[in-house]
């Protein structure tokens, strides 16, 4: 089965800062990644899928590149509204693996 | 609008059985597959079966393969997870989930506890 290792597990920053995620595959995916944002309390939200596709309606502050076994999470300008728990996922195929998870805070 | 909206959660001893239920609007339930993702109280998001859109292709993962069983009845526009041979391990909310990734019900919580 194909596992995600997401990096850094936590990340600190500062409103305005630019922000990478990480997201590595345990074998190639080609393009087939996904990434969401989890609010507490809330169920995920799709930001990225297809590895840079952007949903309708997610700020063109985010964004996504990758491909095989590499991908990232972008966030260009970090606003309040930001600070949360994302995760990346293979849409490819199953089982369908999610990340671990990052969670960005407050600094 | 699409709405998913789970029901069925709740407390449930050590060896319980539950069935969850998701009820779909705003779509055609039928053209979509769908899935049962979960997460445990302050940990990630884990991924726990299929069901295609006639049923006819069914997956899980190896966490709840032979205790729990997804289906769906195309007819109610409801989708299903039964949950048999509960364990403590099996609390966490639990969430249907649209195979294109988005759109999530609001979740259901399940504790499993004596």
């Known amino acids: 089965d194909i596992q995600l290792t997401q990096s850094p597990s936590t990340l600190s920053a500062s409103v305005g800062d630019r922000v990478t995620i990480t997201c590595r595959a345990s074998?190639?995916?080609?393009?087939?990644l996904a990434w969401y944002q989890q609010k507490p309390g809330k169920a995920p939200k799709l930001l990225i899928s297809?590895?840079?596709s952007l949903e309708s309606g997610v700020p063109s502050r985010f964004s996504g590149s990758g491909s095989g076994t590499e991908f990232t999470l972008t966030i260009s300008s970090l606003q309040p509204d930001d600070f949360a728990t994302y995760y990346c996922?293979?849409?490819?195929?199953?089982?369908?693996?999610f990340g671990q998870g990052t969670k960005v805070e407050i600094k | 609008d699409v709405h998913l909206v789970e029901s069925g959660g709740g407390l449930v001893q050590p060896g319980g059985s539950l069935r969850l239920s998701c009820a779909a609007s705003?779509?055609?339930?039928?053209?979509?597959?769908m899935n049962w993702v979960r997460q445990a109280p302050g940990k990630g998001l884990e991924w726990l079966s299929y069901?295609?859109?006639?049923?006819?292709?069914?997956y899980y993962a190896d966490s709840v393969q032979g205790r729990f069983t997804i289906s769906r009845d195309n007819a109610k526009n409801s989708l299903y997870l039964q949950m048999n041979s509960l364990r403590a391990e099996d609390t966490a909310v639990y969430y249907c989930?649209?195979?294109?990734?988005?759109?999530w019900g609001q979740g259901t919580l399940v504790t499993v506890s004596s």
């Open positions: 074998q190639s995916i080609s393009g087939w």
């Open positions: 996922q293979q849409h490819n195929s199953y089982p369908w693996p």
């Open positions: 069901i295609s859109g006639a049923s006819a292709t069914i």
């Open positions: 989930v649209r195979v294109d990734g988005g759109h």
């Open positions: 297809k590895a840079s």
């Open positions: 705003g779509f055609t339930f039928s053209v979509y597959s």
